[in-house]
């Protein structure tokens, strides 16, 4: 049974810094895209950072271009988000997904498997 269980999630001021982790637990890493989404209160589920992990491909969403990195350990079966530079407006629910096999890596329903989610909170 996979199980996707993320961490690294917390408090920060404007202008700090977290890295989130996503394990994956029973499941077996091959074409497909694994991502990061979040959703703030009152908002819609937004795909944030994917990764295509059979060639390390990676979208990163504008909203968060070049403040945020997708990475993925396959040895340790990790899933990472680095997030820099981090503002009010990434206060969310951040959620790792894994098993697309479409193409289209910041689509909600096309992945399979998804974690409870790590809260991300930045103050002002």
């Known amino acids: 049974q996979v199980q996707l269980v993320e961490s690294g999630g917390g408090s920060v001021q404007a202008g700090g810094s977290l890295t989130l982790s996503c394990a994956a637990v029973?499941?077996?890493?091959?074409?497909?895209?694994m991502g990061w989404f979040r959703q703030g209160p009152g908002k819609e589920r937004e795909g944030v950072a994917a990764?295509?992990?059979?060639?390390?491909?990676?979208y990163i969403a504008n909203s968060v271009k070049g403040r945020f990195t997708v990475s993925q350990d396959n040895a340790k079966n990790r899933l990472y988000l680095q997030m820099n530079s981090l503002k009010p407006e990434d206060t969310a629910m951040y959620y790792c997904?894994?098993?697309?096999?479409?193409?289209?890596?910041?689509?909600?329903?096309?992945?399979?498997?998804w974690g409870q989610g790590t809260q991300v909170t930045v103050s002002s």
């Open positions: 997904a894994a098993d697309s096999d479409v193409g289209r890596p910041f689509s909600p329903v096309d992945y399979n498997y």
């Open positions: 029973g499941y077996t890493y091959g074409r497909r895209w």
């Open positions: 990764i295509y992990t059979e060639r390390d491909s990676k």
